[in-house]
Every structure is written in structure tokens, then in C-alpha cells.
């Protein structure tokens, strides 16, 4: 506006693209009083690559009597203050010697309300489904979770 920077919306998260060729996205103010004379915008945009989610608590068997339905977790976000970055977390589970008798993956979004974002560190509940059938007997094994 007349020449002079009027603000920085701060940082924020854009998901990323669905395939290889979606390079285009957009870029959103926050925060600013809009104006007539503001003629330019400056955006600057880069990989996250610093700490980013972990697991707090568990992994822990969610359960129907004797049938696994899934298997959940909190997570804690160790990354920048502001906003988050989504993970594909993984789960399997093991039977009594340890070996795998099932594994899956599921997706956690990021963080996008301000009112999510005002309680830092940041907390999330995910949960891998086993899904179609439930599965019988097993422990939770490995959990891993991998921000991205």
C-alpha cells in the first residue's frame, strides 16, 4: 500500500499435491484490512522439512469383544508454532511371537482452524482402521507416524 509493506500473514500449510503434475496452488491473506490501494503481494514457499509429529500415547487396540477394528494413537506436533503438516501414519499388528498378521496406514490431516492452533504443542487422536473385516487376536506392534 503506497509503496510500503502492510503486513505478513505469517506462516501456513497448503496440502500437497494429489500427483507429480499439480505444481499450481494459491495463496491466502490473513489478518489484513482490505484496501483499495494495495497493489502487489510477495509470497515466499518452501518444503517443511524441520520436526513435525510424534507419537504421544500408545498405539492402542480399538476393539469389538474379541474382533480388532483398528488401531489408534495421540500424537504430538514438534514442528514450528502456527500451523502443522499432515502424516501417513502406519500400524501393524503382531500375534503372540511377534510376527505380523496385519499392517495398514492412514492419513492425518493437518491442523487448520486458528482455534485448533492456539494450545501449543499441538495434540491429535489418529486412528488406522483395519478395515472390511475385523481382525481376531493380534497386540499392536510397530506405529510409526511420517510427516509430510
Not at 46 to 53: D, F, I, M, S
Not at 66 to 94: M, N, P, Y
Not at 107 to 114: N, Q
Amino acid at each position: 500500500a503506497e509503496g510500503r509493506p502492510v503486513g505478513d500473514p505469517g506462516t501456513f500449510y497448503v496440502e500437497p499435491p494429489d500427483n507429480e503434475y499439480s505444481r499450481a496452488n494459491w495463496v491466502m491473506g490473513r489478518g489484513l484490512d482490505v484496501e483499495d490501494d494495495y497493489v502487489d503481494a510477495e509470497a515466499t514457499c518452501r518444503q517443511y522439512t524441520g520436526a513435525g509429529w510424534e507419537v504421544e500415547q500408545g498405539p492402542d487396540l480399538i476393539a469389538d469383544g474379541t474382533a480388532i477394528l483398528g488401531v489408534s494413537a495421540r500424537l504430538v506436533w514438534k514442528g514450528d508454532r502456527g500451523f502443522t503438516a499432515s502424516a501417513v501414519c502406519r500400524a501393524t499388528l503382531v500375534d503372540e511371537d511377534g510376527a505380523p498378521v496385519w499392517e495398514g496406514s492412514e492419513r492425518v490431516l493437518p491442523l487448520w482452524r486458528p482455534s485448533e492452533l492456539r494450545d501449543y504443542p499441538y495434540h491429535a487422536d489418529v486412528v488406522v482402521p483395519t478395515g472390511g473385516d475385523p481382525i481376531e487376536g493380534g497386540r499392536p506392534g510397530e506405529f510409526d507416524c511420517e510427516t509430510r
